[in-house]
């Protein structure tokens, strides 16, 4: 899947992206880049707002796993079961939120439980990133339904 091709899905099914300004930098196989500029996702202190970043790492995350099972010719459904989100510097421009697997090992172990059983959790991490300087670190953990 392209850059482009992302970006039109994600903003299809998740109307929020688009109004924030998502757009996606990079996808490749073991991670997906998204960027998201400052001004749609704006708190009172002029940075970014919390819940944008968060939203936009959560985002990243839940892509990387919506390609890689695309890829697979799966269709199956992911919602995310818990997050846990580490801000550490303030965002006050356009950022880049980077996912990749907790542990690429672990995909293959996945997709067998999910072929199984019809249902799997895979943890996803992602770094949000301003001015080369990493901003934000977000975990989730995501729950995969069988084919719907």
């Given at each position: 899947?392209?850059?482009?091709?992302?970006?039109?899905?994600?903003?299809?099914?998740?109307p929020?992206?688009?109004?924030?300004?998502?757009?996606?930098?990079a996808?490749?196989?073991?991670?997906?880049?998204?960027?998201?500029?400052?001004?749609?996702?704006?708190?009172?202190?002029?940075?970014v707002?919390?819940?944008?970043?968060?939203?936009?790492?959560?985002?990243?995350?839940?892509?990387?796993?919506?390609?890689?099972l695309?890829?697979?010719?799966?269709?199956?459904?992911?919602?995310?079961?818990?997050?846990?989100?580490?801000?550490?510097?303030?965002?006050?421009?356009?950022?880049?939120?980077?996912?990749m697997?907790?542990q690429?090992?672990?995909?293959?172990?996945?997709?067998d439980?999910?072929a199984?059983?019809?249902?799997?959790?895979?943890?996803v991490?992602?770094?949000?990133?301003?001015?080369?300087?990493?901003?934000?670190?977000?975990?989730?953990?995501?729950?995969?339904?069988?084919?719907?």
């Amino acid at each position: 899947m392209q850059p482009p091709e992302l970006a039109q899905y994600i903003h299809a099914r998740i109307p929020l992206s688009k109004a924030m300004g998502v757009s996606v930098v990079a996808v490749e196989h073991d991670a997906i880049t998204l960027q998201a500029p400052l001004e749609p996702n704006l708190n009172h202190r002029l940075t970014v707002f919390g819940g944008s970043a968060s939203a936009v790492a959560m985002l990243a995350s839940w892509a990387l796993l919506h390609v890689r099972l695309q890829s697979e010719g799966r269709a199956d459904r992911l919602v995310i079961q818990r997050n846990v989100m580490e801000y550490q510097h303030p965002i006050d421009g356009p950022f880049t939120a980077r996912s990749m697997l907790e542990q690429p090992d672990a995909w293959k172990p996945f997709t067998d439980m999910l072929a199984r059983r019809g249902k799997a959790r895979i943890t996803v991490l992602a770094v949000l990133e301003h001015q080369g300087r990493v901003a934000a670190r977000f975990s989730g953990q995501f729950v995969a339904l069988g084919e719907p």
